[in-house]
């Protein structure tokens, strides 16, 4: 089974620009997450998707906001760029099964300059 | 809020030996609690995963045990080997839409 895959696996944006990041999750899996990684924050929840719906979101302004598609592939969007942005964003998906253990993708590294 | 804490954030230790991570919580409140490996630059890679009804899980080399009502995990890696020079991560979840909460890691180095 492939795993979790994301595209690009990097990029990089002037502030004030736009970005769309994609994940694949594991086939079967109807759940995708999304994490931001930076060096002085950590791992941070961004948000979770659910056939297709927001289930969840953590504790980030309305810039980041994503989507989930019918196949369950995800997408995170973030607009108006900022430097701070600038980090590995990580998308996992998890199956229906009752550890919800979840599996990471290899991320995207984004660098605003 | 749940904060998840790993100590120590750096270890450096000769091959060969044993070695102990350790991860604590603040809310007992969860569905399980996972440990993840971080190369340099790269994803994720779950090692364990621990239901709160569960005491200890092993793979290989590695075990990992959890005391919820403490609010505790370690992991533990025997006989540790250079390919284990990695970031340790642990995480917890409430489950369902809950999303994971990490700790900052543990970067370990083992010397050949």
């Known amino acids: 089974k492939a795993g979790v895959t994301q595209t690009p696996r990097y990029l990089i944006k002037t502030r004030g620009q736009q970005v769309t990041l994609s994940c694949s999750p594991i086939?079967?899996?109807?759940?995708v997450s999304w994490y931001q990684q930076t060096p002085g924050q950590g791992l941070q929840f961004l948000f979770e998707?659910?056939?297709?719906?927001?289930?969840n979101k953590g504790n980030f302004p309305g810039r980041f906001s994503g989507r989930q598609f019918s196949n369950s592939r995800s997408e995170m969007n973030v607009s108006t760029l900022e430097l701070g942005d600038s980090a590995l964003y990580l998308c996992?998906?998890?199956?229906?099964?009752?550890?919800?253990?979840?599996?990471f993708g290899p991320g995207t590294r984004l660098t605003v300059t | 809020k749940q904060e998840v804490t790993q100590i120590p954030a750096a270890l450096s230790v000769p091959e060969g030996e044993n070695l102990v991570l350790n991860c604590s919580f603040t809310?007992?409140?969860?569905?399980?609690l996972q440990w993840f490996r971080q190369d340099p630059g790269k994803g994720l890679t779950s090692l364990l995963l621990?239901?709160?009804?569960?005491r200890e899980q092993t793979s290989g080399r590695l075990n990992a045990s959890l005391d919820k009502s403490s609010g505790r995990s370690t992991l533990y890696i025997a006989a540790s080997q250079p390919g284990d020079s990695a970031t340790y991560l642990c995480?917890?979840?409430?489950?369902?839409?809950?999303?994971?909460?990490f700790g900052k890691g543990t970067h370990l180095i083992i010397q050949p």
């Open positions: 996992a998906s998890k199956g229906q099964g009752q550890s919800y253990e979840q599996y």
């Open positions: 086939s079967g899996h109807r759940s």
């Open positions: 998707y659910f056939s297709e719906t927001q289930r």
């Open positions: 809310d007992s409140a969860i569905y399980n």
């Open positions: 621990i239901q709160s009804s569960q």
């Open positions: 995480a917890v979840t409430r489950g369902g839409a809950d999303g994971l909460t």
